[in-house]
């Protein structure tokens, strides 16, 4: 079965300053892969997907992810973050089943903090 | 409306209520999620229903029980719950034929169990 891995359970970065979140993923085959962001007491949003093709992959709000085969990684970057960015994101894998409904495998999600 | 609709919002209810949460998705899909979200913990699939048959259920408790009556509406009914199953309950939609597997979520029905 599939897994996600998120290292980090909180991050603070200065406003301003550039972003890196980490994940990593465990799945024999090439995954789909995707960052979805949470605010406080909402759904999730969809900043970014991966499914083929070329490995850096731009998403909403600036946010751009690079898919490393050979680290089993889709880590999610930003230039410069803004006080709007604090909030919890979470990596997430699918699987390639043909048009099943599997649903999608979720870390634990990493908070975002951000400082003035 | 657009998009993933989940009410109620927020529910507080005893051990003893039965009540029931209820997402409808404006988006032409084929296939409806339910994930429970923890503190501290990953998102976990409950449920799924693809083209309103249910395809898989993660051992959930026989307590939480879903409903699709059609390919737009989703309930998950909730009887004699436990304080533990306080959470936050998400539901969710794809195109499964489409098979990017991309989810689109509602805004969650926040539940806490006294």
């Known amino acids: 079965a599939q897994s996600v891995t998120q290292p980090d359970i909180h991050i603070t970065v200065s406003e301003g300053a550039s972003l890196e979140l980490r994940c990593n993923y465990s799945?024999?085959?090439?995954?789909?892969l995707f960052w979805y962001v949470q605010s406080p007491g909402q759904g999730l949003q969809l900043l970014l997907k991966y499914f083929s093709g070329d490995t850096l992959v731009q998403g909403i709000k600036g946010f751009e992810a690079e898919f490393k085969r050979s680290q089993s990684s889709f880590n999610l970057r930003k230039p410069s973050v803004h006080w709007s960015d604090a909030a919890e994101y979470f990596c997430a894998v699918g699987v390639r089943s043909g048009g099943g409904a599997d649903g999608l495998t979720f870390g634990k999600g990493t908070h975002l903090i951000i400082q003035p | 409306e657009t998009g993933v609709t989940q009410t109620p919002r927020h529910l507080v209810m005893g051990m003893t209520n039965k009540k029931s949460l209820k997402c409808e998705q404006h988006?032409?899909?084929?296939?409806m999620y339910w994930y429970k979200q923890s503190a501290k913990k990953p998102l976990e699939l409950m449920f799924v229903y693809s083209l309103e048959e249910r395809v898989e259920n993660n051992s959930v408790p026989s307590r939480f029980s879903p409903e699709c009556p059609n390919s737009s509406h989703l309930f998950l009914h909730l009887h004699t719950l436990q304080p533990e199953d306080s959470a936050l309950y998400l539901c969710?939609?794809?195109?499964?034929?489409?098979?990017?597997?991309?989810?689109?979520f509602g805004e969650g029905s926040r539940l806490t169990v006294l």
């Open positions: 799945y024999g085959a090439t995954p789909y």
């Open positions: 969710a939609s794809s195109q499964v034929d489409r098979d990017t597997g991309e989810l689109f």
């Open positions: 988006l032409g899909h084929n296939a």
